[in-house]
């Protein structure tokens, strides 16, 4: 399977793997309590991609949300996108070790990268940047770089502060700052509620720490006057 050359298309595209399923690490609440909190948490998320400009930046936004957070809708997504596009990536998902939790907690691990890996072989995606709030994010780092990924960001352990980390990455990667500086941004405003929640040496505060794999330092949002396309 060939995809073109980064170099030949300007064409961007935002993939949004958004999958809340109502968790919240280390409660165990009733179906409907995670019913409510999986609508607000996506539907807040979709109302900050487009207060901070998503919409505008990218030539395309695709979101697999719900029904859609699953594996094989998101390898074929990958694919069809990068025959046109360089791809950002957003996992606004939960995870584990080497994976994400998709649609009613069923996991996109080995059965979804593996075979994709295998497709890509000698002819990586054309992906720019992942990031990722997904807890054990830093597990599948090595994966999508291997996929194309430039530069991939994600926590060692469980993340305890997605928000406000994911409110300060979106302000400043759409300011115009690298994503390296985005993530950074992102860290900041995540480790100064938990510190202030949980305390300095809470093992929360160092689990949701954001570490870049790669090479983020020059990568930037499009600019909205670049955008082409709807």
């Excluded at 807040?44 to 991609?49: D, N």
Aim: charged share 20%.
């Amino acid at each position: 399977m060939k995809t073109k050359l980064a170099s030949l298309t300007q064409k961007t595209a935002l993939l949004v793997l958004l999958e809340n399923v109502g968790h919240i690490h280390g409660l165990n609440l009733p179906r409907w309590m995670r019913a409510i909190i999986d609508f607000i948490s996506e539907a807040y998320a979709k109302f900050i991609l487009r207060l901070y400009g998503a919409h505008r930046r990218y030539d395309r936004v695709v979101i697999l949300e719900d029904a859609e957070a699953n594996g094989k809708l998101l390898a074929s997504t990958l694919l069809d996108l990068s025959q046109t596009y360089e791809i950002d990536i957003f996992l606004l998902v939960h995870g584990l070790e080497k994976g994400l939790v998709g649609f009613r907690g069923k996991p996109i691990k080995g059965e979804t990268f593996g075979p994709l890996l295998d497709r890509v072989l000698g002819h990586p995606l054309n992906l720019r940047v992942v990031y990722g709030l997904n807890c054990y994010g830093s597990s599948l780092a090595e994966t999508w770089q291997a996929l194309g990924a430039k530069a991939v960001c994600g926590a060692n352990g469980v993340n305890w502060f997605p928000e406000p980390g994911l409110s300060g990455f979106l302000l400043a990667w759409f300011s115009g700052r690298s994503f390296t500086q985005s993530v950074a941004q992102s860290n900041r405003a995540m480790l100064w509620v938990g510190r202030r929640l949980l305390g300095e040496e809470h093992v929360g505060v160092k689990s949701s720490t954001l570490h870049v794999f790669g090479a983020g330092a020059n990568l930037k949002a499009p600019k909205t006057n670049d955008v082409k396309g709807a």
